[in-house]
């Protein structure tokens, strides 16, 4: 993330934690399932650029309030910088690829890094690494 779009977010992040609609939703404690069923995130430090100015929007009502907008996956994976982005996209496609659901790929997290997984994002380099050579070595015996 360069300089500029760090300052946008911090101002972003600012804006949105002073309007009154988030003060609303907190002293009601009600922030985290408005996250939560929103963007699936718990806290708006996980927001991307763009996820934010959609919340900034929603507050000032110029975008209309959905249940469920479209996670900014690239967005979020600039913000980590756990792993990086060409793991992350390669996991997801070797996903695809295995057809295998999101939540049987936390299953298998658990039992390969012997840790929780809640997230793609979640996961840093080494554990990309583990979990890509993991599937690829799955697809390997299918095929076979």
């Not at 959905?66 to 600039?78: A, E, M, Q, T």
């Not at 057809?99 to 080494?126: A, E």
Request: hydrophobic share 40%; glycine share 2%; proline share 1%.
């Amino acid at each position: 993330m360069s300089p500029k779009q760090a300052t946008l977010r911090k101002q972003l992040l600012a804006k949105i934690h002073m309007h009154k609609e988030y003060l609303y939703y907190k002293k009601h404690n009600a922030w985290q399932d408005f996250l939560t069923l929103r963007f699936e995130v718990k806290s708006s430090k996980d927001l991307s650029i763009n996820e934010l100015k959609i919340l900034l929007g929603i507050f000032d009502g110029k975008i209309k309030d959905s249940l469920s907008f479209i996670p900014d996956l690239k967005g979020r994976v600039i913000l980590k910088q756990n792993g990086s982005v060409k793991q992350f996209f390669y996991l997801k496609a070797l996903l695809k690829q295995n057809k295998m659901n999101v939540f049987s790929f936390y299953r298998l997290c658990k039992k390969t890094l012997k840790k929780d997984v809640f997230s793609l994002l979640d996961l840093s380099k080494k554990d990309y690494t583990t979990m890509i050579v993991v599937l690829e070595k799955i697809l390997k015996t299918e095929k076979k």
